[in-house]
């Protein structure tokens, strides 16, 4: 029961635009019903005017019987409408079309995220393939190389040198193809639809992976000393600053030139439409491997020259390379997504690196054997060939949960169970499409990148059947372990409130360098022992 006064009076004409014509002496009075509100006539002495609307007041008493103003002061309504209630209602409904105002005004100036693409296995395949093949050319091109510059000067007095190239070409994996599928996610939610937004994420990510270009450069130039050396008990102080400076030169130098190139990959691919996480990383795996291998074997090649008559160059390459740093930690810092990787992304690239460098200890230590002087120019082939595979997967499943709202943390996680090799492969989903396409491209792919160094004579052994049995073998067992772990660990990471674009690629690859390598190494023991042997192709 509600008693309407004075002041009440105003309010109420206000929101209905009702003028109340009410007998003299008859005070108006108001009825809410269904959000609006309704005068009530009341006639008194038969004489009507209009109401000032001023010094009313809402009064609640708990019964009518407790009415004892003064006659004409008030009139009580038995409504039952808490009136209290309903002021509270009114905000709510003006906040609720304030908000709304505002959320269209924020939709006009940031669009929301699109859908997930929908791709069929075709179309998935149709535009992987390209780019697959493409970067596999590159890995043969990089194992051309390998196989050349095994037998330089450099390569065969450092031959801790063989330990660099798995984590230097692991940096494709580690921070190039993190940068790309950092960036493929930003440009498919909307991240880079303006200059403004795309100028700072292109800012940041070129000064955060030339940190941690030069940090794991640094890095990997000591895991060579630790695994080549200490074992052996030689340590030449020489040579350890000549990997030092070899190391960090070509880290920060690939890094930059590769990093320009995926940026440019991933705003042409919005641009014409496709999907970056299909073709960014293949293509920065293709320059990736025969880039950095290059300016590994020319860098290394120049600084020993320097050994004998300018011995303070190499400490002066390091010096240099290491004092730009803090420029770069400074530019990174002044752009939030950066700031977050240059904080907490060191774990999995360092750890990434030094599974890399096992696997360069397996390719140091069977280079050096002479019968199994064929493996170089296959190594780079199958390792780069798994890591575009499962980089490509890690990268669409990260985008996927992104582009579908899944929170990164919840309260009360319900836990997930690990995916059997059934639900990765043969699932219904998007991502288990994906992983069969992407499968189904390693044999006739290695295939192809097989004839092709055979073409070109490259390499230590004759393609044999058996030879090309086992090498499938390897290469599959390989890509089945790493989509699986793919599967796996970007879910897992997902669920861990860690961003599966950041730490999830450099693991995939280095487990990917480390299998490769071994399963090669392994399949070269095999044959040896089968008597499927022989060292004379290619010399």
């Given at each position: 029961m509600v008693l309407w006064s004075k002041e009440q009076d105003k309010l109420s004409e206000m929101s209905t635009g009702a003028v109340d014509a009410k007998k003299e002496g008859a005070p108006p009075a108001y009825h809410h019903s269904n959000g609006s509100v309704h005068p009530i006539m009341i006639q008194k002495e038969g004489v009507e005017e209009l109401r000032q609307a001023e010094g009313y007041e809402l009064t609640e008493v708990s019964a009518f019987s407790e009415r004892s103003e003064p006659e004409g002061e008030t009139v009580v309504v038995d409504c039952r409408v808490n009136a209290k209630g309903q002021r509270e209602e009114d905000a709510l409904l003006e906040n609720a079309s304030q908000s709304n105002e505002s959320d269209d005004t924020s939709t006009d100036q940031s669009p929301e995220p699109?859908?997930?693409?929908?791709?069929?296995?075709?179309?998935?395949?149709?535009?992987?393939?390209?780019?697959?093949?493409?970067?596999?050319?590159?890995?043969?091109?990089?194992?051309?190389?390998?196989?050349?510059?095994?037998?330089?000067?450099?390569?065969?007095?450092?031959?801790e040198v063989f330990i660099l190239v798995p984590a230097l070409l692991g940096l494709k994996g580690n921070l190039e193809m993190t940068l790309a599928s950092r960036l493929s996610t930003a440009a498919n939610i909307g991240q880079m639809d303006t200059a403004k937004e795309m100028g700072k994420m292109v800012m940041g990510n070129l000064a955060l992976i030339q940190v941690q270009a030069t940090v794991v450069g640094f890095l990997a130039s000591i895991a060579a000393v630790i695994f080549g050396w200490i074992p052996e008990g030689h340590f030449k102080l020489g040579h350890a600053v000549l990997l030092c400076a070899s190391s960090v030169s070509t880290a920060f130098i690939a890094s930059l030139l590769l990093g320009l190139i995926m940026i440019g990959v991933i705003i042409a691919s919005r641009k014409v439409g496709i999907n970056p996480d299909n073709v960014a990383t293949p293509i920065a795996a293709s320059l990736g491997d025969l880039i950095t291998l290059a300016l590994l074997a020319g860098i290394s090649t120049g600084l020993y020259k320097q050994l004998d008559h300018n011995d303070y160059v190499n400490p002066l390459v390091c010096a240099i390379f290491v004092a730009l740093t803090?420029?770069?930690?400074?530019?990174?810092?002044?752009?939030?997504?950066?700031?977050?990787?240059?904080?907490?992304?060191?774990?999995?690239?360092?750890?990434?690196?030094?599974?890399?460098?096992?696997?360069?200890?397996?390719?140091?230590?069977?280079?050096?054997?002479?019968?199994?002087?064929?493996?170089?120019v296959f190594s780079p082939v199958i390792n780069g060939v798994a890591g575009n595979l499962v980089a490509v997967q890690a990268s669409r499943i990260s985008t996927y949960l992104h582009m579908t709202a899944l929170p990164m943390v919840e309260p009360n996680p319900p836990p997930r169970k690990c995916?059997?090799?059934c639900s990765t492969f043969f699932g219904s989903s998007v991502n288990s499409r994906s992983a069969r396409v992407l499968f189904l491209l390693v044999a006739p792919g290695h295939l192809v990148f097989l004839y092709a160094i055979n073409s070109m004579q490259g390499g230590h052994t004759t393609l044999t059947s058996i030879f090309i049995a086992f090498y499938l073998a390897a290469a599959l067992l390989q890509v089945v372990i790493l989509l699986y772990l793919a599967d796996w660990m970007v879910h897992w990471m997902w669920g861990r409130g860690m961003d599966p674009d950041n730490f999830s690629i450099p693991y995939l690859t280095a487990l990917g360098d480390l299998l490769g390598t071994g399963f090669l190494a392994l399949c070269f023991h095999i044959l040896w022992l089968i008597g499927d042997r022989d060292t004379d192709v290619g010399d």
């Open positions: 699109p859908a997930p693409l929908k791709e069929t296995s075709f179309s998935i395949g149709l535009q992987v393939v390209i780019p697959f093949l493409l970067a596999g050319f590159g890995t043969v091109a990089a194992g051309m190389v390998l196989d050349i510059v095994q037998h330089w000067t450099v390569f065969t007095e450092v031959t803090p420029v770069w930690v400074l530019i990174a810092r002044r752009i939030p997504p950066t700031r977050e990787v240059l904080y907490s992304g060191w774990e999995p690239v360092i750890i990434a690196m030094a599974i890399s460098s096992v696997g360069g200890l397996i390719l140091d230590k069977t280079v050096s054997n002479p019968n199994f002087a064929g493996i170089a995916p059997t090799p």
